[in-house]
Every structure is written in structure tokens, then in C-alpha cells.
């Protein structure tokens, strides 16, 4: 019986410090810089916090992590015009590099007088999140 009570009490305390001796490299380094932007195509130089289109155009959201965080996971938020509530619209994977990508298609419906804003946040444990981006989406 004593010897059940100790491989029980040894299983627990593994059990219970396994998963931090597991975690990801980047768990034991807080994030230095988390920045976000927006694009009228998917590679290139030209990327903005603050960005108009039109609607049925397609935007490009963009963010770097450093460290870079790699295999983490990111959701995407948006903050519709008029609303007070983050909500997640999709979720991407952080590249070896840190980098993040969102692709957006804008349709008529989005066309509003005030801007939506995004912005990444990565899922696993406090990593912050970048900074807002602000998308216009302009009817004709």
C-alpha cells in the first residue's frame, strides 16, 4: 500500500512539472517587439498602420515578433467601427522568422465611415499583442 501511495505521489509531482520543462524556448523570453501593418500587396516594402481601400479589394495584415516565437500560434482580431469588443476572426501560424500574414477580401457591406482595426495576438501564454492597425474601407 505505501509503496502505490509513493509511485502515485511521484506520478503527480512529474505530472506537474513536465509540461513547464517541455515548453517552447520562447515561453522563457519575453516578446521585444510585436508590430503590425497593412499592405495593397502581399510582399513588398510598402506597409502601413493605417491604410483606405476599396471595397472588393483584398487586404494584406502583416506582423513580426521578436523573438521570433516560431510554431506559435497567432489570432487575428478585428474591431468592427462602432464596437468595443476585440473579436477573433482567424487565426495563423508564426513563421521560423516571426512573421504572421492575414489576408482580408473587403466587400460593399464593409464600406463604413469609420475604420475597423486588427491586430495579432499570440495565443500561448502573455506575449502581448502588436500594435493596431487601422483598415478604411471606402464605398463609391
Known sequence: MRLTAR????????????????????????TRSFV?????????????DAASYGFGHKVYLRAKVSPPH????????????RSNVWMRVDQ???????????????TIDDANRKPYRF??????????????VQVWVIGN
Open 7 to 30: 509511485i502515485l505521489a511521484l506520478c503527480l509531482v512529474l505530472a506537474c512539472f513536465t509540461p513547464l520543462s517541455m515548453a517552447p524556448a520562447a515561453l522563457a523570453h519575453p
Open 36 to 48: 503590425a501593418c497593412a499592405a495593397r500587396h502581399p510582399r513588398g516594402p510598402s506597409c502601413t
Open 70 to 81: 516560431a510554431g506559435f500560434f497567432a489570432a487575428v482580431l478585428r474591431l468592427d467601427p
Open 92 to 106: 495563423v501560424k508564426v513563421s521560423d522568422s516571426g512573421r504572421m500574414r492575414f489576408e482580408w477580401k473587403t
Open 119 to 132: 491586430k495579432f495576438k499570440i495565443d500561448y501564454g502573455h506575449h502581448g499583442h502588436s500594435n493596431p
